[in-house]
């Protein structure tokens, strides 16, 4: 079982800057890749940002250039440092962290970006 904890979220005017973190608490981390995902009101769930084992990353068309998502392996930790924020960013982003298929989630952090 894997538990993950985000933290970071919250309220910031448009242009602004939040980092979430995500902590895990499985031994799994550093064979895991970790991803962002984020939902907004009335609309699906959808993947913001990826990081695999290798480092390799994916981003949302919508988050380039915009968004960095890093891990920290000795302190199994995922990032996500979201800059240039816009309303459209508002939503609720998850932690994910997958493994072998498997996928475990976190219960969600708030960001809302807003004047």
């Known amino acids: 079982q894997v538990n993950l904890v985000e933290s970071g979220g919250g309220l910031v005017q448009p242009g602004g800057s939040l980092r979430l973190s995500c902590t895990s608490s499985?031994?799994?981390?550093?064979?895991?890749?970790m991803g962002w995902y984020r939902q907004a009101p009335g609309k699906e769930r959808e993947l913001v940002a990826s990081?695999?084992?290798?480092?390799?990353?994916r981003y949302a068309d919508s988050v380039k250039g915009r968004f960095n998502i890093s891990r920290d392996k000795a302190r199994r930790r995922s990032f996500l440092q979201m800059d240039s924020l816009k309303p459209e960013d508002t939503a609720i982003y998850y932690c994910?962290?997958?493994?072998?298929?498997?996928?475990?989630w976190g219960q969600g952090t708030r960001v809302t970006v807003s004047s």
């Open positions: 990081i695999a084992v290798n480092g390799d990353t």
């Open positions: 994910n962290s997958r493994f072998q298929g498997r996928d475990f």
């Open positions: 499985g031994s799994i981390f550093g064979h895991s890749t």
